[in-house]
């Protein structure tokens, strides 16, 4: 009963951009991850990834970023500047995608794209 709970609190983080779960799909889905790659990329536990990806992202602009950021992967016992990584490059790609109106599921599409290009 318990990890049917903790799925459902994870998967609701997932759909909800304010949460660090979101960010990390995003991440797990751009490289082609699944959630133990991700954990270990993280270089955490399943358990670690769960306890990050249920925190609120805090602001980006904020001058508290790097510090909050770094007491979650503390929580987390992650790696901080891995969680700092991923978590700007979310929003770096977030930002682009509402100032120039598209998805991010378009700059991921777009990437493939490129990616495919390449190795033409």
């Not at 909800?16 to 133990?36: Q, S, T």
């Not at 500047?81 to 490059?89: T, W």
């Not at 790609?93 to 490129?114: H, M, P, T, W």
Request: proline share 3%; glycine share 8%; net charge neutral.
């Amino acid at each position: 009963m318990t990890t049917g709970f903790i799925e459902k609190a994870i998967a609701r983080a997932e759909g909800n951009e304010a949460f660090v779960g979101h960010a990390l799909l995003y991440w797990r889905d751009r490289e082609r991850l699944d959630r133990p790659e991700a954990a270990k990329l993280l270089g955490t536990s399943i358990s670690g990834y769960t306890k990050a990806a249920l925190c609120l992202i805090p602001p980006q602009h904020s001058a508290a970023f790097a510090a909050s950021v770094d007491r979650i992967a503390r929580h987390a016992g992650c790696d901080p500047y891995r969680l700092l990584s991923v978590l700007r490059d979310y929003g770096i790609e977030r930002a682009f995608a509402e100032k120039y109106g598209c998805s991010v599921g378009i700059l991921l599409a777009a990437r493939d794209n490129k990616e495919t290009d390449k190795e033409s």
